[in-house]
């Protein structure tokens, strides 16, 4: 480490030091910025799954208890028009499947709540109506979609890096001459002191 320190000369170590000062403190706010964004993403996604879940099973209530087997293969259909829906199925309170969309192979689970596998998340909905318990809804999506937007901000945040590290190399090599401009001029005049023996050469004030 002193040997990295000794290399250079002060002004290149100051731009270092800041320059990498910069993008330390900048990596540090994105990681963090990138973890809260990615939870929070995963969080609505299972706030909007559980919200469509609740819908579904409601109108699936009639269906279950007049044995209206087509009625719930249309009701699951309206999950054709939201994209991160990957399967949904409906049971009786047996466990007997009734419905089912786009073909899912998932096991039922009824004491299952909530829980993300690989890039799916799943959820069982009771399928109720007044207390009284008509069966299940199971329910998958796909964070897929969540992943590209992931990657879109990383993307993002990796130019944003670039365009910061440039500039606070530029900040850095306007600092770096206002800071070691005395420091240079106390190195030159201990050199001309120590060569000429001349113990009263002073450092002229800026501006004179």
């Known amino acids: 480490m002193n040997k990295f320190f000794n290399f250079g000369s002060i002004s290149a170590k100051l731009k270092l030091i800041i320059v990498s000062i910069t993008i330390s403190v900048t990596l540090l706010a994105f990681t963090v910025l990138i973890f809260n964004q990615y939870h929070s993403n995963k969080k609505d996604l299972e706030q909007n799954l559980i919200v469509n879940a609740k819908l579904i099973a409601e109108n699936a209530v009639t269906t279950l208890e007049f044995y209206d087997v087509a009625g719930a293969e ?6 054709n028009n939201i994209d991160y829906i990957v399967s949904a199925e409906i049971f009786d309170t047996l466990g007997v499947h009734y419905a089912e969309y786009q073909n899912p192979k998932i096991s039922f689970y009824p004491e299952f709540k909530i829980n993300t596998f690989k890039d799916t998340i799943y959820y069982v909905q009771t399928i109720s109506y007044k207390n009284v318990n008509y069966g299940y809804l199971f329910i998958s999506a796909s964070t897929e979609q969540l992943n590209l937007k992931l990657k879109k901000y990383l993307f993002f945040l990796f130019i944003l890096l670039i365009i910061l ?10 600092l770096q001459k206002i800071i070691s401009k005395p420091i240079l001029k106390l190195t030159q005049l201990a050199e001309e002191i120590s060569k000429s023996n001349n113990y009263t050469l002073r450092l002229k004030p800026e501006g004179s």
């Open 165 to 174: 590290t440039v500039i606070s190399y530029l900040m850095a090599d306007i």
């Open 74 to 79: 249309d009701v699951l259909a309206k999950l």
